[in-house]
């Protein structure tokens, strides 16, 4: 992916963020093949499917390479367990965007410290809050530069390469999850529903981002929030 090429020539200390989804498996499929110097690495929130975790060793086994595995401070962990509960992010969108901010956005902003750019495998098409996602970007959050390759793809073009490479993908997909989280956050979506449905499924579609996206929240049209939000 000449793309992703350009990316690594501009950027030295360039890093893809994998979510082991499909979308970062292509992604990570064109590191790997074509050699570019690019860091992978994915966030192991410890709440994970067993799936998704397997998916470390069956990168490994593929492509004799593997990726870095980060994980949230366990102090943190636990302090947030201790004082609201194991499973509090059913409570308010609050506590749940608490919880991703230990998991997630703060191991997240250790591994991209001192980094000039990195790589994502967010798409358009995704959900409403991604309608607008550029190529690449400025990330006022974590203060770099983002790319976003895939973002122009659809869900088919993205399965089409899949089978083309026979690259190896998460066995939830085939189980109606086109979009995977953590375990208890995560479910499957219904015929007819949107892409990321099934990610905090009790929460309106205009809230359903962690953290790690922050700027897709705030790109989202008024005009669009408000017709979700009284929906």
Same mark, same amino acid.
């Given at each position: 992916?000449?793309?992703?090429?350009?990316?690594?020539?501009? @950027?030295?200390?360039? =890093?893809?963020?994998?979510?082991?989804? $499909?979308?970062?498996?292509?992604? *990570?499929?064109?590191?790997?093949?074509?050699?570019?110097?690019?860091?992978?690495? *994915?966030?192991?929130?410890? /709440?994970?499917? !067993?799936?998704?975790? $397997?998916? #470390?060793?069956?990168?490994?086994?593929?492509?004799? /390479?593997?990726? @870095? %595995? #980060?994980?949230?401070?366990?102090?943190?962990?636990?302090?947030? #367990? +201790?004082? @609201?509960?194991?499973?509090?992010?059913?409570?308010?969108?609050?506590? /749940?965007? =608490?919880?991703?901010?230990?998991?997630?956005?703060?191991?997240?902003?250790?591994?991209?410290?001192?980094?000039?750019?990195?790589?994502?495998?967010?798409?358009?098409?995704?959900?409403? *809050?991604?309608?607008?996602?550029?190529?690449d970007e400025h990330d006022? #959050?974590?203060?770099?530069?983002?790319?976003?390759?895939?973002?122009?793809?659809?869900?088919?073009?993205?399965?089409? %390469?899949? /089978?083309?490479?026979?690259?190896?993908?998460?066995?939830?997909?085939?189980?109606g999850y086109p979009s995977?989280?953590?375990?208890?956050?995560?479910?499957?979506?219904?015929?007819?529903?949107?892409?990321?449905a099934g990610r905090w499924?009790?929460? +309106?579609?205009? +809230?359903?981002?962690?953290?790690?996206?922050?700027?897709?929240? +705030?790109?989202?049209?008024?005009?669009? %929030? !408000?017709?979700?939000?009284? =929906?």
């Amino acid at each position: 992916m000449e793309r992703l090429a350009q990316v690594a020539r501009s @950027h030295a200390d360039v =890093a893809l963020a994998s979510s082991l989804a $499909a979308e970062d498996m292509v992604l *990570t499929h064109a590191v790997f093949e074509n050699d570019l110097s690019i860091d992978i690495f *994915t966030l192991d929130t410890g /709440r994970l499917n !067993t799936e998704t975790v $397997a998916m #470390v060793d069956r990168i490994a086994e593929r492509y004799g /390479r593997s990726i @870095h %595995v #980060v994980r949230p401070d366990p102090a943190a962990v636990e302090k947030y #367990v +201790s004082t @609201h509960g194991q499973n509090a992010f059913y409570e308010s969108v609050a506590l /749940r965007k =608490a919880c991703c901010e230990i998991r997630k956005v703060e191991p997240l902003r250790g591994v991209l410290a001192g980094r000039s750019a990195w790589i994502t495998g967010q798409r358009r098409e995704q959900a409403v *809050t991604r309608g607008e996602l550029p190529l690449d970007e400025h990330d006022p #959050v974590f203060g770099l530069h983002k790319y976003n390759p895939l973002a122009l793809w659809t869900h088919e073009e993205v399965w089409a %390469v899949i /089978r083309a490479f026979d690259i190896p993908y998460n066995p939830l997909h085939d189980r109606g999850y086109p979009s995977i989280g953590c375990e208890p956050c995560t479910r499957a979506i219904r015929p007819g529903e949107d892409l990321r449905a099934g990610r905090w499924w009790w929460e +309106s579609s205009d +809230s359903k981002e962690c953290g790690l996206h922050a700027g897709n929240l +705030s790109a989202i049209p008024v005009s669009v %929030v !408000t017709t979700k939000s009284s =929906a």
